[in-house]
């Protein structure tokens, strides 16, 4: 990196020269040097020729030494969008994947958007997947669970910022076992990658979110295990249960929910990139019987 002040197009351009181990170079700079200006896309096309102030160019280097040693870029901003919302992230929570927006598109395709719905979302994390759904279904309240409570913090701060406090509760506790009541909707993305599988990993990953938010067990099912266990005490009639799994998995998570659910009620559904992303049942479909 040169040591004069470079103008924003060249800092940009050095920043993913220097980030060239990562997959997304351009992005990770340009996201990083948004941060540090709190500027966004249009102001720093706009102003490619000014130069940096020297605080500033100081913090963006050392920023991108910690995106160079594979720190997520939302980890280093502390942020990231999901659903087309903005959501605070810490170490403590994993980071939003676009691919979870599959659970949410799954709940709107079988919910009507103005149905009173109680939710619960196991395994809560950052709060996204609540989040986004209580925004889709703006008459539904909501219970987000989680073992970590310093995860619960991120989620309760984000509902906050994003107006939904008075509809979204956090609980602490062991999956099911905090709760009381029925749910019309249970969504869960809970960890669900094999112990094994660890070494496997990008070091993005291994490294840096938190190991209770991804491996389960020596198959990965453990956690899916442990939900199902008790899962059908805490359903509404006509419940929709959606859980995220890995790619791998989806027609294993269905031949699971068969031992809670009609066979004609479980569905599996894919990502963006048409990868199986989940499994779930919808008690609505299931066949009336005479
Ligand atoms: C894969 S992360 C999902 C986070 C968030 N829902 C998302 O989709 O980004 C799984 C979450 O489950 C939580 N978790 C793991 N084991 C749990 C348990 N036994 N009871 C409750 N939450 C648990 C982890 O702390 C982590 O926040």
């Known amino acids: 990196m040169p040591d004069a002040l470079p103008t924003i197009g060249e800092a940009l351009r050095n920043g993913a020269r220097f980030l060239k181990e990562s997959e997304t170079p351009q992005l990770d700079a340009r996201t990083i040097l948004k941060h540090v200006l709190r500027a966004d896309d249009s102001a720093l096309i706009a102003n490619a020729d000014s130069r940096l102030g020297a605080d500033d ?4 280097l050392k920023l991108l030494d910690r995106r160079a040693a594979a720190e997520p870029v939302a980890y280093i901003v502390g942020e990231k969008e999901f659903w087309s919302l903005p959501f605070e992230v810490t170490p403590d929570v994993l980071i939003p994947r676009d691919d979870s927006g599959a659970l949410i598109e799954a709940a709107i ?3 009507d958007k103005n149905e ?3 939710i619960a979302d196991l ?3 950052s709060g996204c997947l609540l989040c986004a759904l209580l925004t889709e279904f703006p008459k539904a309240r ?4 989680d073992r970590s409570e310093a995860a619960l913090a991120v989620a309760r701060r984000n509902a906050t910022r994003l107006g939904l406090a008075e509809r979204a509760g956090f609980v602490a506790g062991d999956w099911l076992a905090a709760l009381s009541g029925a749910f019309d909707i249970v969504i869960a ?3 669900y990658i094999p112990q094994g599988d660890k070494a496997g990993l990008s070091r993005d990953v291994a490294a840096y979110e938190p190991p209770g938010a991804l491996f389960a067990g020596k198959d990965g099912f453990d956690a899916y295990r442990s939900i199902l266990k008790d899962l059908p005490c805490y359903l509404a009639k006509g419940a929709l249960v959606l859980m995220e799994c890995g790619a791998d998995q989806a027609d294993s998570l269905a031949v699971m929910l068969a031992d809670i659910a009609p066979e004609n009620a479980i569905f599996t559904f894919c990502d963006l990139a048409n990868r199986p992303r989940g499994a779930g049942f919808d ?3 299931a066949e009336k019987k005479d």
């Open 57 to 60: 160019y100081k913090r963006y």
């Open 109 to 111: 395709k079988r919910r």
């Open 116 to 118: 009173p719905l109680q």
């Open 123 to 125: 395994g809560t994390g």
């Open 142 to 145: 909501g219970v987000g669970v």
């Open 189 to 191: 993305n809970p960890p």
């Open 283 to 285: 008690l609505r479909k």
